[in-house]
């Protein structure tokens, strides 16, 4: 994602603060940081999210790509705790959406969405991997469950070699019961 | 010594206060309409087997007798949160809306902040403060499985509160909920009777003035103020408030609450607090069978 040589009065990313995304690359002053529209495009491609899902939120980075989606007002930079949801990494090869931000935006993804039943979801809940037919692509999927008569995002699940491998974070994982 | 003994006086029916301070509370959750409706989280629980009796004041709270809030898919989802019934009183009182400007004061855990970013529509600027960094950790979890976007956590004193990082100069509204001697807790949390002492209470309502003086310093006039505890001590609460309408451009706004609740005392232990306090509410365990609170609705006049 980085375009530009890096030079040696380029500004780095402060990991103390939130930098509000450029709009676009020709925007870009720190290198390596992710632009509004190529995080648009990001959710777009890889899960069908269309950018109009985001139309209220602004973008953040804080921390080494760890991006932040707000929907209040704040200036940019500002040194704050937290902003809004923390809903993306980037600045590394295979971008990864949070569990938080599959739940709260995943029901508009279309692509790359994976339906468990059962056992299988509750399994995927519980941090197993699982061997699973998939016939689409690998890598980052949307994990969802049918509840309450419609499919509802569970949260990431990292398909590779026949195995969903379950990224729920520790703190999120449950044992519950089979629907 | 017991220290609700001391507040017999001031109930209608001290046998019946003590009765319901000794009983546990039930299990209670909030639905988070940011994520579900509730006709969407009562299909849920159905679909799950979980058994829960709505609260008739308020839609959208469901108690759940003997199960854990936090073991069934709804809050998985994050269509619940667990919250004490009357916890959601002073969020109801300050009725934000969809795009305003708004501060919660002393907000970790985050119960009533994501309650007010639910009333928002997540949308507009819910600033969230707290003094202790520890708990922020707790505030930010609650909040991100909730899918609250429009929070922004600080940690700062809140009696020296400063909206410097933002930009802009004062709140439409603010919730100002205080740490407290926590009485009105004890059917959850017996100790807190054990650990009372009326040095604690004295020396926290000056850090409840502080904090209220200035929640009214941070709120544009026509703005609205909402003070809660979850104590019976008139130190903490009508006191405090007293203390606040002297000093700064404000006057006790009487709003209707959903719950039965008793007004505010004016006479406590050779003091007199402004008449203006009977517009404040008290809740007393018996009248609802919820635990105890107090939430005091200020308009700031400028």
Same mark, same amino acid.
């Given at each position: 994602?980085t375009?530009?040589?890096?030079?040696?009065?380029?500004?780095?990313n402060d990991? &103390?603060? =939130?930098?509000?995304?450029?709009?676009?690359?020709?925007e870009?002053?720190? @290198?390596?940081?992710?632009?509004?529209?190529?995080? %648009?495009e990001?959710?777009?491609?890889?899960?069908?999210v269309?950018?109009?899902? =985001?139309?209220?939120?602004? =973008?953040?980075?804080? $921390?080494?790509?760890?991006i932040?989606?707000?929907?209040?007002?704040?200036?940019?930079?500002i040194e704050?705790? $937290?902003?809004?949801?923390?809903?993306?990494?980037?600045?590394?090869?295979?971008?990864?959406p949070?569990?938080?931000a599959?739940?709260?935006?995943?029901?508009e993804?279309?692509?790359?969405?994976? &339906? %468990?039943?059962?056992?299988?979801?509750?399994?995927?809940?519980?941090g197993?991997?699982?061997e699973?037919?998939?016939?689409?692509d690998?890598?980052?999927? *949307?994990v969802?469950?049918?509840?309450?008569?419609?499919?509802?995002? *569970?949260?990431?699940? /990292?398909? !590779?070699?026949?195995?969903l491998?379950?990224?729920?974070?520790?703190g999120?994982?449950?044992?519950?019961?089979?629907? | 010594?017991?220290?609700?003994e001391r507040?017999e006086?001031?109930v209608?029916d001290?046998a019946a206060?003590?009765a319901?301070?000794?009983?546990p509370?039930?299990s209670v959750?909030?639905v988070?309409?940011?994520?579900a409706?509730?006709e969407?989280?009562r299909q849920?629980?159905?679909?799950e087997?979980?058994?829960?009796? @709505?609260?008739?004041w308020?839609?959208? !709270?469901f108690?759940?007798?003997?199960?854990?809030p936090?073991?069934?898919?709804?809050?998985?989802?994050?269509?619940?949160h667990?919250?004490?019934?009357?916890s959601?009183l002073?969020?109801?009182?300050?009725?934000?809306?969809?795009?305003?400007?708004v501060l919660? !004061?002393c907000?970790?855990?985050?119960?009533?902040?994501s309650?007010l970013?639910?009333?928002?529509?997540?949308?507009?600027?819910?600033?969230?403060?707290d003094?202790?960094?520890?708990?922020?950790?707790a /505030?930010?979890?609650?909040?991100?499985?909730?899918?609250?976007?429009?929070v922004?956590?600080?940690?700062?004193?809140g009696?020296n509160?400063?909206?410097?990082p933002?930009?802009?100069?004062?709140?439409?509204r603010?919730l100002?909920?205080?740490?407290?001697?926590?009485?009105?807790?004890?059917r959850?949390?017996?100790?807190?009777?054990?650990?009372?002492?009326?040095?604690? +209470?004295?020396?926290i309502?000056g850090?409840?003035?502080?904090l209220?003086?200035?929640? +009214?310093?941070?709120?544009a006039? $026509?703005?609205?103020?909402v003070?809660?505890?979850?104590t019976?001590?008139?130190e903490e609460?009508?006191?405090v408030? #007293?203390?606040? /309408?002297e000093?700064?451009?404000c006057?006790?706004?009487?709003?209707?609450l959903p719950?039965?609740?008793?007004?505010?005392?004016?006479?406590w232990?050779?003091?007199?607090? #402004?008449?203006? +306090?009977?517009?404040?509410h008290?809740?007393? @365990?018996?009248?609802?069978d919820?635990?105890g =609170?107090?939430?005091?609705?200020?308009e700031?006049?400028?």
């Open positions: 994602m375009d530009e040589p890096e030079s040696a009065d380029a500004p780095t990991g &103390q603060r =939130f930098d509000r995304l450029p709009e676009t690359a020709e870009r002053r720190v @290198p390596g940081r992710a632009t509004r529209a190529e995080v %648009l990001w959710w777009d491609d890889r899960f069908g269309p950018p109009s899902a =985001f139309d209220e939120h602004s =973008f953040w980075e804080k $921390g080494a790509g760890k932040w989606a707000y929907s209040g007002e704040a200036p940019s930079p704050i705790e $937290g902003l809004g949801l923390a809903f993306l990494r980037t600045r590394q090869e295979h971008w990864k949070t569990t938080n599959v739940q709260r935006f995943g029901g993804a279309s692509i790359n969405v994976i &339906q %468990l039943e059962g056992e299988t979801a509750t399994r995927f809940l519980a197993e991997d699982q699973i037919d998939w016939d689409g690998w890598g980052y999927l *949307i969802t469950h049918e509840y309450a008569g419609e499919p509802e995002p *569970i949260g990431v699940g /990292l398909y !590779l070699y026949g195995e491998r379950s990224v729920v974070p520790k999120r994982q449950e044992s519950l019961e089979p629907l | 010594m017991n220290p609700l507040y006086p001031l209608d001290p206060f003590r319901a301070c000794d009983r509370l039930p959750v909030r988070n309409t940011i994520k409706t509730v969407r989280a849920g629980l159905d679909s087997g979980v058994e829960y009796d @709505p609260a008739d308020h839609e959208g !709270l108690r759940l007798d003997g199960h854990s936090g073991r069934n898919w709804a809050y998985v989802h994050g269509w619940l667990g919250q004490e019934e009357v959601v002073p969020g109801v009182a300050l009725a934000p809306e969809p795009g305003e400007r919660d !004061l907000a970790a855990p985050g119960s009533k902040t309650q970013a639910a009333a928002m529509d997540d949308r507009g600027t819910l600033v969230a403060n003094n202790n960094l520890g708990r922020l950790s /505030l930010r979890h609650n909040c991100e499985r909730l899918g609250v976007t429009n922004a956590v600080t940690n700062q004193d009696r509160f400063s909206v410097k933002f930009g802009f100069e004062t709140f439409d603010v100002v909920d205080v740490p407290c001697s926590c009485e009105g807790t004890c959850k949390n017996p100790d807190v009777l054990e650990e009372w002492s009326l040095d604690h +209470v004295e020396s309502a850090i409840q003035k502080g209220l003086r200035r929640a +009214v310093q941070l709120t006039p $026509g703005g609205r103020v003070y809660s505890t979850c019976f001590a008139p609460n009508e006191a408030v #007293d203390h606040v /309408l000093l700064e451009p006057r006790v706004e009487p709003v209707d719950l039965v609740t008793a007004e505010g005392v004016t006479e232990k050779g003091e007199t607090y #402004d008449e203006r +306090v009977r517009d404040t008290r809740v007393y @365990p018996h009248h609802n919820t635990g =609170f107090y939430c005091a609705t200020l700031v006049t400028g």
